[in-house]
């Protein structure tokens, strides 16, 4: 099982680097009320604020003052689960633009829908319903400032990435992706019921190519 999970993600990510990639978007109906989800160990969920960006960075991968700094003072957000003084699972939420980073693109969301990203646990607090109690918890507090949708992505590749979001009422409502060779890409997007949609785009350097699709 490991061996084969292991193969298709070199995979994925060598056909990624070389002329395909695809994400399953998914979305999660934020005007139903979520599951009742109780994690397996005393964890609490609240927004990091400039004070806890210390604690952000110990726990964050790859996690720097300032860039945290700069995306809270952006709008962005993170909603973190804390056991005791220390974040064991987190997540950003952005507002205005769903940045698909996996695949360079950026697509432009409702006013009522919020995109989560870079959700992590600390290895050792997996497996405990965290990460769904934190997002259902952080849905919760996002529906009461009028939110109606949340949307994210999962990589096809990581089927583990699939359990928390079956738990907290998260469903695949399509995917999106790439096609191409070196600066040219033919980007497409297939919603769930409708035909494949095909957008032709150059993409130099690292700044994300936009995409006008309706993810409603």
């Known amino acids: 099982m490991l061996l ?7 995979w994925a990510k060598l056909l990624g680097h070389l002329f395909y990639r ?14 009742d989800v109780q994690p397996k ?3 609490t969920v609240r927004e990091v604020t400039e004070d806890d960006i210390g604690a952000y960075v110990a726990f964050g991968p790859k996690a720097d003052a300032e860039t945290v700094r700069r995306r ?7 909603h973190a689960a804390w056991f005791g003084d220390r ?8 507002f205005d633009n769903a940045s698909f980073d996996a695949i360079g693109a950026a ?28 997002f259902v918890t952080a849905m919760r507090l996002l529906r009461e400032e009028g939110y109606e949708r949340a949307l994210g992505y999962v990589l096809p590749e990581n089927r583990r ?18 096609f191409g060779i070196g600066p040219f890409r033919i980007y497409f997007f ?11 785009r150059f993409r130099r350097g690292r700044k994300p190519v936009v995409l006008d699709l309706d993810f409603s």
Do not use: H, Q
């Not at 084969?4 to 070199?10: D, V």
């Not at 979001?165 to 469903?171: D, E, G, R, S």
């Not at 297939?190 to 032709?200: C, H, I």
């Open 4 to 10: 084969t999970e292991g193969l298709r993600s070199f």
């Open 41 to 43: 160990v005393e964890v």
């Open 22 to 35: 695809r994400l399953v978007v998914v979305a999660n109906d934020m005007t139903v009320p979520p599951p």
């Open 107 to 134: 697509v432009p969301i409702a006013p009522t829908d919020v995109y989560g990203r870079d959700v992590y646990t600390l290895p050792e607090f997996r497996r405990k319903r965290i990460a769904s109690y934190r």
């Open 161 to 178: 990435g699939f359990g928390p979001t079956a738990k907290a009422n998260v469903n695949p409502i399509g995917s999106v992706g790439w």
């Open 87 to 94: 974040i064991v699972c987190a997540s950003w939420t952005d």
């Open 190 to 200: 297939k919603k769930t019921g409708s035909d494949t949609r095909f957008l032709p």
């Open 72 to 78: 809270l003072a952006a709008g962005s957000r993170i």
